[in-house]
């Protein structure tokens, strides 16, 4: 009975032992395979990170749109014209006043620089808004310049009527960057621009750049205002207007001597100061910018790298990485010998960047032995396709189109993408403005005066203006292609030739044309045959073997000829 027990016991100990082992034991669930990058990321030595500029801010800072403006308005505006706008002239020439006392440039009242003044406040208030927020990212950088130079720090708002402060902003002639240096000048003012690298795009070396054009300048003509004219149009020709005015050197009066883009241009840099200078009164809210130019910074690159590359290992968009690098024109940053190329960075990916160098670099080479690797797979790929090629040709060439019948055609479907452009009509309200309609549609004024032949900024009420807008749409085409008929044609062989008793063999050099039962000592000749190719119909027969058998002094044989093979 004690036994009994014990047993027991001993039993139900173990089922409870065993219970307990089974509630420890995990099952292993299966974990996705992660890619080498991924991998890699994981090692990081990270930072405390903050936001990267949001995609509504990216989008603000890449935008065309606003430079496109000020170009169309500097070349085509005519500042004679009186514009209407609620604005007093005494209040303007107080207020000009106060700008004049407190300015190296001469700030003066002039009616076109009040026309100009009041078709900014009435057309471009709401691209002057997004300018500020721009102004806010840049315009620390540009005075830090001017100081260091000793140079009017008024002179950051001529990047505004420049390139409407976009550092990929490219002219009709071809001045480029946020100061829109030609290629010539940017060379002489010592900006690299070759395949890969446009410094006339970077903020920094481009504002040096400029300051030391200003200098230059502000030596021969002493005077801000021809500075400016000079930067517009070069030195030469504000020297020629001078001389046509009979030697004078104030602007307004040598103003008419000027090309006709100069002669805008003095007043849109006043009218864009002046707007600057009093935008609360004017009632404009400036929009905000996500960052400025200090919170970033700039890393030297050791190897060739791509957008692409950091993009997917910082974490930071494409978009963003040609924004904050816009001297690089492929989104590729190079690596030449005894050059130095920088990335410039959000600060918190430059630590990320800065901590992991040598992980960055080494997926790099990662890559570029993958490059290797694969073109070596595509290689070995294409030799195989050309073998295929080769064998397939040499397979249809041992076909027979039945009757010689034409290839016969077949419709397929096929799919196609492509734009369609709609028009819609806007009827101008009483009091709406270029700027306020193409805000409503959604598009840019350039676009909106092109499509309409408008020039300049006069609209009138009940005048019905075009908005195009386009759309891609996905159609299907019916296309027309051969659709192949080919057959084999086996001839039929009369009369059983060759000569065997052995069993049936087929060689396998033998003609698609013609498949040859061994039977007899006999070979009757077929129509295409040759010594040749007949010898190669039997194995162990050659050519003079073939010609000694039937005392064949040359090649020249017969369809019908009857050939010893055997014996």
Known sequence: MKKLVLLTLGFFLSNVMLAQESKDIIPTLFTPKISYLDSLKATFSNHATSNCIDERWLKELSDATLSNEMFFDIE??????????????????????????????????????????????????????????????????FEEKLSKYNLPLEIKYLAIVESALQPKAKSKVGAGGLWQFMPATGKQYKLNISTYVDERHDPIKSTEAACHYMMNMYAIFGDWSLVLASYNCGPGNVSKAIRRSGGKTDYWEIRKYLPRETANYLPAFL????????????????????????????VMVKQAMTFKQLSDLLDISEEQLEYLNPIYKSKYIPSIDDEYFYLRLPKNKIGIFVSNEEKIYGYLAYLEQEKERNLQLALQAKKRDSIAKQDSLAVAASLVVANNEPVEMEEVLKKRTKEV???????????????????????????LRKWNNIKGSTINAGQSLVIQTTKKVTVNEVVKKPKPKTEIIEPEVENAVAVNTEKPTENKYSSAKSKIEIKEDYYIVQKGDSIF???????????????KKNDLKTDNIQPGMKLKIQG
Do not use: C, W
Request: glycine residues 2%; proline residues 4%; without cysteine.
């Open 533 to 547: 190719s007949i010898t190669k119909k039997f194995p162990n027969l050659t050519t003079d073997d073939l010609k």
């Open 421 to 447: 452009v709609s028009k819609n009509f806007h009827k101008v309200k009483k009091g709406e403005t270029l700027s306020q309609i193409a805000d409503k549609n959604n598009v840019s004024i350039v676009n």
């Open 271 to 298: 009218a864009t100061m002046y707007i600057y200078e009093f935008k609360k009164e004017h009632g404009l809210v400036p929009k905000k910018a996500e960052m400025t130019y200090f919170e970033t910074d700039t």
């Open 76 to 141: 085509n505006m005519n500042i004679d014209e009186k514009v209407a706008y609620n604005l007093d002239t005494e209040v303007l020439k107080k207020r000009l006043r106060k700008l004049d006392v407190q300015s190296p440039f001469v700030i003066e009242y002039n009616p076109a620089l009040e026309n100009v003044i009041k078709s900014f406040l009435k057309n471009r208030t709401k691209s002057f808004e997004r300018q500020m927020a721009l102004a806010e990212y840049y315009f620390p950088l």
